[in-house]
Structures are given as structure tokens and as C-alpha cells.
């Protein structure tokens, strides 16, 4: 009756020395055949996480904005109005757009030229920290207070 090796029962994979060793074990009990296991399961290991990191490479290239259009776009900040709506504040080359973002839409609300943009929000839009919510808020104001200056 044949008993089984323990070692072959073993489910983890033993290290590159540990297979090294039971290569250059005598050929006693099967030993011979559980190293060449371990180096094809060692190989197909490899051979997967290769297969893997290729895959994130090509994903991560073909997912990256390519060309001059996207480098002119440029986010310089965003407000949420809603638990899905934001307000976001686009540079377009020259040209600032303020866009409604929901789910399924995008929608122009406002452009103008970078020239009128408060020069401190300017600053702060280009600055570590963007506080464009702080300048929605203002041009909201100002944009009341016109119309009821013309109303």
C-alpha cells in the first residue's frame, strides 16, 4: 500500500531554498517529483503576476488623456450643491467655464474670459488651496445684486 507524502499534502508553496533543498534530497518517497511541482507552481505563479502587472501597464496607458485637448482642460475647483451635484470650475484655454455636474448630465451655467476672474480668486484657484466655493458664492451675490440693481 502506498501512503502519501506528507509534505505533497501541504497546500502552501514552500520558498525558493525549501525547493532548492528537496531537490538535491535523495530520490526517496517521491521528493524528486514535489520539487518539480513546487518549480511549476513557482513558474506559473510568476508567470500570472507578469500576465497582471502587463494588464494594469496597458490599462493605465490607454486610460491616460493623450494629446493637446486634454492638457488644455484643466479643473480649478469644484462645490457640492447636492448629495450628487457639483458645481465645477473649468479652464478651457483662455476660457472659464462653470459647469453643473449630475449624474447622466453636464451642464454650462456660466463662461467667461480668465480676465474676469476676481484676481483673488485667481490667485487662490491657482494657489494649494482652491477655494472655489468661497468665489461661487461671491459671484452669486454679485449676480443678485444686479439684477436687482436692473429689476
Same mark, same amino acid.
Given at each position: 500500500?502506498?501512503?502519501?507524502?506528507?509534505?505533497?499534502?501541504?497546500?502552501?508553496? =514552500?520558498?525558493?531554498?525549501?525547493?532548492?533543498?528537496?531537490? *538535491?534530497?535523495?530520490?526517496?518517497?517521491?521528493?524528486? %517529483? =514535489?520539487?518539480?511541482?513546487? /518549480?511549476?507552481?513557482?513558474?506559473?505563479?510568476?508567470? /500570472?503576476?507578469?500576465?497582471?502587472?502587463?494588464?494594469?501597464?496597458?490599462?493605465?496607458?490607454?486610460?491616460?488623456?493623450?494629446?493637446?485637448?486634454?492638457?488644455?482642460? %484643466?479643473?480649478?475647483?469644484?462645490? @457640492?450643491?447636492?448629495?450628487?451635484?457639483? /458645481? /465645477?470650475?473649468?479652464? =478651457?484655454? *483662455?476660457?472659464?467655464?462653470? =459647469?453643473?455636474?449630475?449624474?447622466?448630465?453636464?451642464?454650462?451655467?456660466? %463662461?467667461?474670459?480668465?480676465?474676469?476672474?476676481?484676481?483673488?480668486?485667481?490667485?487662490?484657484?491657482?494657489?494649494? %488651496?482652491?477655494?472655489?466655493?468661497?468665489?461661487?458664492? *461671491? @459671484?452669486?451675490?454679485?449676480?443678485?445684486?444686479?439684477?436687482?440693481?436692473?429689476?
Amino acid at each position: 500500500m502506498h501512503r502519501p507524502n506528507a509534505l505533497r499534502l501541504l497546500p502552501l508553496p =514552500l520558498p525558493a531554498f525549501a525547493a532548492d533543498a528537496l531537490a *538535491q534530497a535523495p530520490a526517496t518517497g517521491g521528493t524528486p %517529483e =514535489l520539487a518539480g511541482s513546487l /518549480v511549476q507552481m513557482l513558474g506559473g505563479l510568476a508567470v /500570472v503576476i507578469a500576465l497582471l502587472l502587463a494588464s494594469l501597464w496597458l490599462i493605465r496607458r490607454l486610460a491616460a488623456p493623450r494629446g493637446s485637448a486634454a492638457a488644455a482642460i %484643466e479643473v480649478l475647483g469644484a462645490a @457640492a450643491v447636492g448629495p450628487r451635484e457639483r /458645481v /465645477v470650475l473649468v479652464r =478651457l484655454g *483662455q476660457q472659464l467655464l462653470v =459647469l453643473g455636474v449630475a449624474p447622466g448630465s453636464v451642464t454650462r451655467l456660466h %463662461e467667461m474670459k480668465a480676465e474676469e476672474l476676481p484676481l483673488a480668486a485667481r490667485h487662490e484657484a491657482s494657489g494649494p %488651496e482652491k477655494s472655489f466655493p468661497a468665489w461661487l458664492g *461671491q @459671484a452669486m451675490k454679485r449676480q443678485a445684486t444686479e439684477r436687482n440693481d436692473a429689476g
